[in-house]
């Protein structure tokens, strides 16, 4: 008998179990990334200590929970899709090994602590997207699913973000950081406008059975959405506070809630597995309101970008990590009470930082410290629930 840290699969030798499919070690080192670069933040704020040549506080923490936690939770969504989408064996053993190394190698780089010079610092951290898209487009290429290497397109795009970011930071290019954040906010909402296009619908009306008859994507609507979402990217790396950015944007937030609409999502209350889904994207339509508010009447911005990026971003990577750790290690699609605690915590999360730039300034520290701390919470629960199935083999005995 196999130890249990491995699984066979049919076709060579044993390999350990958090190599055999992409969603296996990235969702975990996402929930895992989520609890500690936060946390490491959250010391930051407390005590004001901070490396002397390091980057920005700010700019650290908004760089690593993008491509830090984020992009591992895309890394892991694209490994698990793509052979699913292409019907070919997915990345695993030592070429998803070679993926999470230099994944992790760019946390330690960018790690303020670590001390390392920025140009080595810059080279290590933005391999990883190009060296994910190359094991991303063999498959797509080879089955020629030309729709889904759209996909390609997003991660050169993410790659040319953090390019910007740290030719900022090599002081190189004055703005670059601005522009490579907006881009990659902008490509990351575009994964969400289309992945969520595909996943929501089909999971609420397979999920409500006769009760989802109703559940429908407009294709009046779909077109719309997504030319709405692309637009708003030049726009935002060019004239981010522009009344034209603004409108892009209220637009765009109408688009997107009336395509929510379509998906009936209060027929799923009773199920927090479907529910979640909705609830991360009902923020969707909130951040860009909040984000055309800024524009048009000078609201902060960081309302409409921690409601994009705690309450889109993080809630639907938390709804689709539990969801697909379960169902691709053969287990039922039925969340425990820990995980709703989670999402329950990751809203709350949301809601308090969202709030954070216009409550009374007595409150604000309050603010911002409870939501990191509900955030942490929600991640840790997360790695206490999903942590024993993405490191066990599948209940079914397949192979993944």
């Given at each position: 008998?196999?130890?249990?840290?491995l699984?066979?699969r049919?076709?060579?030798?044993?390999?350990?179990?958090?190599?055999?499919?992409?969603?296996?070690?990235?969702?975990?080192?996402?929930?895992?990334?989520?609890?500690?670069?936060?946390?490491?933040?959250?010391?930051?704020?407390?005590t004001?200590?901070?490396?002397?040549?390091?980057?920005?506080?700010s700019?650290?923490?908004?760089?690593e929970?993008?491509?830090?936690?984020?992009?591992?939770?895309?890394?892991?969504?694209?490994?698990?899709?793509?052979?699913?989408?292409?019907?070919?064996k997915?990345?695993?053993?030592?070429?998803?090994?070679?993926?999470?190394?230099?994944?992790i190698?760019?946390?330690?780089?960018?790690?303020?602590?670590?001390?390392?010079?920025?140009?080595?610092?810059?080279?290590?951290?933005?391999?990883?997207?190009?060296?994910?898209?190359?094991?991303?487009?063999?498959?797509?290429?080879?089955?020629?699913?030309w729709?889904?290497?759209?996909?390609?397109?997003?991660?050169?795009?993410?790659?040319?973000?953090?390019?910007?970011?740290?030719?900022?930071w090599?002081?190189?290019?004055?703005g670059?950081a601005?522009?490579?954040?907006?881009?990659?906010?902008?490509?990351?909402?575009?994964?969400?406008?289309?992945?969520?296009?595909?996943?929501?619908p089909?999971?609420?009306?397979?999920?409500?059975?006769?009760?989802?008859?109703?559940?429908?994507?407009?294709?009046?609507?779909?077109?719309?959405?997504?030319?709405?979402?692309?637009?708003?990217?030049?726009?935002?790396?060019?004239?981010?506070d522009s009344?034209?950015?603004?409108?892009?944007?209220?637009?765009?937030?109408?688009?997107?809630?009336?395509?929510?609409?379509g998906w009936?999502?209060w027929?799923?209350?009773?199920?927090p597995?479907?529910?979640?889904l909705?609830?991360g994207?009902?923020?969707?339509?909130?951040?860009?309101?909040?984000?055309?508010?800024?524009?048009?009447?000078?609201?902060?911005?960081?309302?409409?970008t921690?409601?994009?990026?705690?309450g889109?971003?993080?809630?639907?990577?938390?709804?689709?990590?539990?969801?697909?750790?379960?169902?691709?290690?053969?287990?039922?699609?039925v969340?425990?009470?820990?995980t709703?605690?989670?999402?329950?915590?990751?809203t709350?999360?949301?809601?308090?930082?969202?709030?954070?730039p216009?409550?009374?300034?007595?409150?604000?520290?309050?603010?911002?410290?409870?939501?990191?701390?509900?955030?942490?919470?929600?991640?840790?629960?997360?790695?206490?629930?999903?942590?024993?199935v993405?490191?066990?083999?599948?209940?079914?005995?397949?192979?993944g």
């Amino acid at each position: 008998m196999s130890s249990p840290s491995l699984a066979g699969r049919d076709d060579g030798p044993a390999i350990p179990i958090l190599f055999q499919y992409g969603f296996r070690f990235f969702f975990l080192f996402s929930g895992i990334a989520a609890v500690g670069l936060l946390g490491a933040w959250l010391g930051v704020l407390v005590t004001g200590e901070w490396p002397e040549h390091a980057v920005g506080a700010s700019a650290w923490h908004a760089h690593e929970m993008l491509f830090g936690t984020v992009v591992a939770a895309v890394a892991g969504f694209l490994l698990t899709a793509v052979p699913s989408w292409t019907g070919t064996k997915a990345v695993a053993g030592a070429p998803l090994m070679a993926l999470a190394a230099l994944w992790i190698a760019g946390r330690v780089a960018i790690f303020p602590w670590t001390g390392m010079p920025e140009p080595v610092a810059a080279v290590i951290d933005i391999a990883f997207l190009p060296g994910l898209g190359l094991a991303l487009a063999r498959p797509l290429v080879a089955a020629g699913k030309w729709r889904n290497s759209a996909f390609l397109i997003l991660i050169g795009l993410l790659t040319a973000a953090n390019l910007l970011i740290h030719l900022d930071w090599l002081e190189l290019l004055d703005g670059g950081a601005d522009a490579g954040f907006a881009l990659g906010l902008g490509v990351v909402l575009m994964m969400v406008t289309v992945i969520g296009g595909r996943i929501l619908p089909a999971f609420t009306r397979n999920g409500l059975g006769k009760a989802g008859l109703g559940v429908r994507s407009w294709p009046m609507v779909e077109r719309p959405v997504l030319v709405l979402t692309l637009a708003l990217i030049p726009a935002a790396m060019v004239a981010p506070d522009s009344v034209v950015t603004g409108l892009i944007a209220l637009a765009a937030a109408v688009a997107h809630a009336v395509r929510l609409a379509g998906w009936q999502g209060w027929k799923a209350w009773r199920s927090p597995i479907l529910w979640i889904l909705h609830v991360g994207y009902l923020w969707v339509p909130v951040a860009l309101s909040l984000r055309a508010l800024h524009a048009l009447v000078g609201l902060p911005a960081a309302a409409g970008t921690h409601a994009m990026t705690v309450g889109a971003f993080a809630t639907l990577i938390l709804a689709v990590m539990s969801r697909a750790s379960l169902g691709h290690t053969g287990r039922p699609l039925v969340v425990s009470r820990l995980t709703v605690a989670a999402y329950v915590l990751l809203t709350v999360a949301a809601v308090a930082r969202t709030a954070s730039p216009i409550l009374p300034v007595e409150w604000v520290w309050a603010a911002l410290q409870w939501s990191g701390y509900a955030w942490v919470a929600a991640f840790a629960l997360y790695l206490v629930a999903y942590a024993p199935v993405l490191l066990s083999p599948r209940v079914d005995g397949r192979p993944g």
